[in-house]
């Protein structure tokens, strides 16, 4: 994010995984974002890879993620986070 004049502006979001994640991982496919107001309403999506590393195997499940948050423009908090 930055801002711009008074207000902020989302340019680019990125997200990863955190933490001890055994099994799965995270993968961020694209985002769209809109403006509603004062409010920037970001949608994240990606897969989560369920993986198991015996014998060879890999990745066994794969689910389709979506998040979304929203940002209130004159400030730049996060005023809502949900996985949708």
């Known amino acids: 994010m930055k801002k711009e004049g008074t207000n902020w502006i989302v340019t680019d979001i990125t997200s990863s995984d955190y ?30 890879d369920y993986n198991i590393l015996i014998d060879g195997l890999g990745t066994l499940y794969k689910k389709k993620q979506h998040y979304q948050l929203k940002i209130n423009s004159q400030t730049g908090k996060i005023t809502y986070l949900a996985k949708k």
Request: zero cysteines.
């Open 19 to 48: 933490g001890v994640t055994l099994g799965w991982e995270w993968n961020q496919q694209s985002f769209t974002q809109s403006t509603s107001g004062n409010e920037i309403i970001v949608d994240v999506y990606g897969f989560i």
